[in-house]
C-alpha cells in the first residue's frame, strides 16, 4: 500500500468539510445571507480565519462591524483573504439588521457570492422559523401543528443535505427564519411543548411541505416538484381557509412588463401577445401555461410561469388569466404552491377546537408522530 501526504492546506481543508458533513446531530446550519455580493455583520465578535496553514495555527483578532466580499476567489474581511472565516460572539450579532445566535461561518458561493451560515441547536431554529412563518397571535394549537411540520421539514432536510455547508435555507425557498426571538414569543411555547415531535411516512422523515392558504383545495406535490409520489401529502378539499387573506386575489400586468419578467426568467418569447392555461391540475391549478410571444411560443410549467412572476407577486398557480388590450388580468384564490398544510386553514381547525395532532392528521393523512431520531 502507498500511502501519500496531503498538502497542509488541503489537509485542513478536507478536516474543515468532514465537520460540517458531520455536525452535532442536535444542531442544524442554516443559509442567511446566500449568494450576495455582500453582507454587514456587526457585535462583540471574534473573526478566526478558515483554511490556514496546520504550522501556523489560525489567526484570529476582534472586530464591532465586518463587511465580508468575495475577491480573487477568496474572502476578504478587513483587508484579509481565506477560504472562509468564523464568527463567534458572546451575544448576539447582526446580520444585515437581523439578530442571530451560535456559529456564523462567511463563505464563498457560486463565481463572486457571500454565503453566511447560521449554525444553531434545531430547536432554537424553529423557534425562528414560527416567528416568520406564523402569527404569535394565533391559537396555541396552529403553531403546535406549525412546529411539528416544521421541525419535520428541517429534519429531512438536514439529513438531505448532510454533506452540504449549509442544510436549508432562511427564505421562502425552504423555510423562512427571522433570527433572535424575544424570549415572551408564544413560538418559543409551541416550540418546546412539541420538542422533538416530528412526522414520519413508512419509517422515514419526509417534506413536511405548508403554504399559506390553499385556496379551497391542496395540491399533489407531483404536479408541482415533479417529486415522487407521497401519500402523506395527498390532495384534501379545505375550504377552511375562505375567510382568509388572499383566499381571493387579483393581478393586472401590463404586457411589457410581463414580458420583461419572463425574459428575466429565462423563459424570453419577445413581446407577450398571449397567455393561457392549457393544462390543469386535479385541484384546477395551472399545470401547463402556454405563453404566445413576437419571437416564439413557449410551454411552462405552472410553477416556472409563476417563479418567473414573483412568488409574492402571482400568488399561486391557481389562477385564470385574461388579456385586455396591453394588460394581462389575473383573477386567483390562494397563496403558496398548495401542497401540504395549508397555515390559515390550520388556524380555523384550531379555532374550531382541533387538537394539533387532528391538523396534522388532515393535512398529512396516515403519517405517524414520533420523536426525532
Not at 163 to 175: D, E, F, G, P, V
Not at 227 to 252: D, I, Y
Given at each position: 500500500?502507498?500511502?501519500?501526504?496531503?498538502?497542509?492546506?488541503?489537509?485542513?481543508?478536507?478536516?474543515?468539510?468532514?465537520?460540517?458533513?458531520?455536525?452535532?446531530?442536535?444542531?442544524?446550519?442554516?443559509?442567511?445571507?446566500?449568494?450576495?455580493?455582500?453582507?454587514?455583520?456587526?457585535g462583540d465578535l471574534l473573526v478566526t480565519e478558515m483554511g490556514t496553514c496546520v504550522e501556523?495555527?489560525?489567526?484570529?483578532?476582534?472586530?464591532?462591524?465586518?463587511?465580508?466580499?468575495?475577491?480573487?476567489?477568496?474572502?476578504?474581511?478587513?483587508?484579509?483573504?481565506?477560504?472562509?472565516?468564523?464568527?463567534?460572539?458572546?451575544?448576539?450579532?447582526?446580520?444585515?439588521?437581523?439578530?442571530?445566535?451560535?456559529?456564523?461561518?462567511?463563505?464563498?458561493?457560486g463565481d463572486a457570492g457571500v454565503l453566511v451560515v447560521n449554525e444553531l441547536p434545531l430547536?432554537?431554529?424553529?423557534?425562528?422559523?414560527?416567528?416568520?412563518?406564523?402569527?404569535?397571535?394565533?391559537?396555541?394549537?396552529?403553531?403546535?401543528?406549525?412546529?411539528?411540520?416544521?421541525?419535520?421539514?428541517?429534519?429531512?432536510?438536514?439529513?438531505?443535505?448532510?454533506?452540504?455547508?449549509?442544510?436549508?435555507?432562511?427564505?421562502?425557498?425552504?423555510?423562512?427564519?427571522?433570527?433572535?426571538?424575544?424570549?415572551?414569543?408564544?413560538?418559543?411555547?409551541?416550540?418546546?411543548?412539541?420538542?422533538?415531535?416530528?412526522?414520519?411516512?413508512?419509517?422515514?422523515?419526509?417534506?413536511?411541505?405548508?403554504?399559506?392558504?390553499?385556496?379551497?383545495?391542496?395540491?399533489?406535490?407531483?404536479?408541482?416538484?415533479?417529486?415522487?409520489?407521497?401519500?402523506?401529502?395527498?390532495?384534501?378539499?379545505?375550504?377552511?381557509?375562505?375567510?382568509?387573506?388572499?383566499?381571493?386575489?387579483?393581478?393586472?400586468?401590463?404586457?411589457?412588463?410581463?414580458?420583461?419578467?419572463?425574459?428575466?426568467?429565462?423563459?424570453?418569447?419577445?413581446?407577450?401577445?398571449?397567455?393561457?392555461?392549457?393544462?390543469?391540475?386535479?385541484?384546477?391549478?395551472?399545470?401547463?401555461?402556454?405563453?404566445?410571444?413576437?419571437?416564439?411560443?413557449?410551454?411552462?410549467?405552472?410553477?416556472?410561469?409563476?417563479?418567473?412572476?414573483?412568488?409574492?407577486?402571482?400568488?399561486?398557480?391557481?389562477?385564470?388569466?385574461?388579456?385586455?388590450?396591453?394588460?394581462?388580468?389575473?383573477?386567483?384564490?390562494?397563496?403558496?404552491?398548495?401542497?401540504?398544510?395549508?397555515?390559515?386553514?390550520?388556524?380555523?381547525?384550531?379555532?374550531?377546537?382541533?387538537?394539533?395532532?387532528?391538523?396534522?392528521?388532515?393535512?398529512?393523512?396516515?403519517?405517524?408522530?414520533?420523536?426525532?431520531?
Amino acid at each position: 500500500m502507498i500511502v501519500r501526504l496531503l498538502p497542509a492546506a488541503l489537509l485542513l481543508s478536507v478536516i474543515v468539510a468532514a465537520a460540517w458533513a458531520a455536525p452535532d446531530s442536535g444542531m442544524i446550519r442554516v443559509a442567511i445571507v446566500d449568494n450576495a455580493r455582500g453582507a454587514e455583520l456587526s457585535g462583540d465578535l471574534l473573526v478566526t480565519e478558515m483554511g490556514t496553514c496546520v504550522e501556523c495555527g489560525p489567526r484570529s483578532w476582534r472586530a464591532d462591524v465586518v463587511r465580508p466580499v468575495v475577491a480573487n476567489g477568496a474572502v476578504e474581511i478587513d483587508g484579509r483573504r481565506a477560504s472562509g472565516f468564523r464568527l463567534t460572539s458572546g451575544g448576539p450579532v447582526r446580520v444585515n439588521g437581523r439578530e442571530y445566535e451560535g456559529r456564523l461561518d462567511v463563505l464563498k458561493t457560486g463565481d463572486a457570492g457571500v454565503l453566511v451560515v447560521n449554525e444553531l441547536p434545531l430547536e432554537d431554529y424553529l423557534v425562528g422559523v414560527l416567528r416568520g412563518e406564523s402569527s404569535e397571535r394565533w391559537p396555541i394549537e396552529a403553531l403546535r401543528a406549525q412546529a411539528i411540520a416544521s421541525r419535520t421539514y428541517a429534519a429531512y432536510h438536514r439529513q438531505l443535505n448532510a454533506a452540504r455547508l449549509y442544510h436549508i435555507i432562511a427564505s421562502t425557498a425552504h423555510q423562512q427564519f427571522v433570527g433572535r426571538v424575544a424570549p415572551g414569543s408564544s413560538a418559543w411555547g409551541a416550540v418546546q411543548e412539541t420538542a422533538g415531535q416530528v412526522m414520519y411516512w413508512e419509517g422515514e422523515l419526509f417534506p413536511a411541505f405548508y403554504h399559506a392558504n390553499s385556496g379551497g383545495y391542496t395540491e399533489d406535490p407531483r404536479s408541482v416538484f415533479a417529486g415522487r409520489s407521497l401519500p402523506a401529502l395527498r390532495p384534501v378539499v379545505c375550504h377552511l381557509a375562505a375567510g382568509a387573506a388572499n383566499f381571493q386575489w387579483t393581478l393586472e400586468l401590463r404586457l411589457d412588463d410581463l414580458s420583461e419578467l419572463l425574459r428575466r426568467g429565462g423563459f424570453g418569447v419577445g413581446a407577450v401577445r398571449g397567455i393561457e392555461v392549457t393544462e390543469r391540475t386535479t385541484s384546477l391549478r395551472a399545470g401547463t401555461v402556454t405563453v404566445r410571444g413576437s419571437a416564439r411560443t413557449l410551454r411552462l410549467r405552472g410553477g416556472d410561469f409563476r417563479r418567473a412572476i414573483g412568488y409574492d407577486t402571482l400568488k399561486s398557480t391557481l389562477f385564470a388569466v385574461a388579456i385586455d388590450g396591453d394588460v394581462a388580468r389575473f383573477s386567483g384564490r390562494g397563496h403558496g404552491h398548495g401542497v401540504g398544510m395549508c397555515q390559515w386553514g390550520a388556524k380555523s381547525m384550531a379555532e374550531l377546537g382541533a387538537s394539533s395532532r387532528q391538523i396534522l392528521n388532515f393535512y398529512y393523512p396516515g403519517a405517524t408522530l414520533s420523536t426525532l431520531r
